[in-house]
């Protein structure tokens, strides 16, 4: 019923710049938190950024100072620019919604994931 779809992952070298984006489509009334999360292998899925509704945002300190998150409500779509990039960012990452449907009801949609990878 919601679908999120992203787009912006690659190779990059360290210290370069990537801006992931996520677009949510569907039978959607509002969205409220919109997240970004990461899991490199072996690994367990970590929070690296959360935008409110309002648009208060909070970072994981791994990322704090050299990520961005934002988002274009009128388009539906979440963005993170991660500027400064180290290859410990190298992971596959997802973007996450907490999204209204009609009767009142709430749900949480997750994309596929994206992989960004950065080389040494």
């Known amino acids: 019923q919601v679908q999120l779809v992203e787009s912006g992952g690659g190779l990059v070298q360290a210290g370069g710049s990537l801006r992931l984006s996520c677009a949510a489509s569907?039978?959607?009334?509002?969205?409220?938190?919109m997240s970004w999360y990461r899991q490199a292998p072996g690994k367990q899925r970590e929070l690296v950024a959360t935008?409110?509704?309002?648009?208060?945002?909070d970072y994981a300190d791994s990322v704090k100072g050299r990520f961005t998150i934002s988002r274009d409500d009128t388009a539906n779509t979440l963005f993170l620019q991660m500027n400064s990039l180290k290859p410990e960012d190298t992971a596959v990452y997802y973007c996450?919604?907490?999204?209204?449907?009609?009767?009142?009801?709430?749900?949480?949609?997750w994309g596929q994931g994206t992989q960004v990878t950065v080389s040494s």
């Open positions: 569907g039978t959607i009334r509002s969205i409220n938190d």
């Open positions: 935008i409110s509704r309002g648009g208060s945002a």
């Open positions: 996450n919604a907490g999204v209204r449907i009609p009767f009142g009801r709430d749900t949480t949609a």
